[in-house]
């Protein structure tokens, strides 16, 4: 069993800033890429950011400049520094990572439950 849980999110003011945090759990032997979606209220799932193991990101550029993800191996926990936001930037942020199981060696993306983020003007 392999758990992701998410924290860190809130009510924010434009402009200021957030950090979400992620943590896996569970029967894991290896993790591999992790990554950051955010849904928006009445629109579809996007993709964030991504973070391999050693560290390589990649960024939707609407979100270049603005947002920084990081991870720590050792803790499994990736985290998502959200800086000068925006109104449009309210969504439910998700985390995903690529983790290969303990007993089974099978990977499997697995996701978290969701935190909150919601910027008043």
């Known amino acids: 069993q392999v758990q992701l849980v998410e924290s860190g999110g809130g009510l924010v003011q434009a402009g200021g800033s957030l950090r979400l945090s992620c943590a896996a759990s569970?029967?894991?032997?290896?993790?591999?890429?992790m990554a950051w979606y955010r849904q928006a209220p009445g629109k579809q799932r996007e993709l964030v950011t991504t973070?391999?193991?050693?560290?390589?990101?990649n960024y939707v550029d609407s979100m270049k400049g603005r947002f920084t993800i990081s991870r720590n191996n050792a803790k499994n926990t990736v985290y998502l520094q959200m800086n000068s936001l925006k109104p449009e930037d309210t969504a439910v942020f998700f985390c995903?990572?690529?983790?290969?199981?303990?007993?089974?060696?099978?990977?499997?993306?697995?996701w978290g439950q969701g935190t909150e983020v919601t910027v008043t003007v």
């Open positions: 995903t990572a690529e983790i290969q199981r303990l007993r089974s060696g099978i990977w499997s993306i697995f």
């Open positions: 973070i391999t193991s050693d560290g390589s990101t």
């Open positions: 569970g029967s894991i032997f290896a993790n591999n890429t």
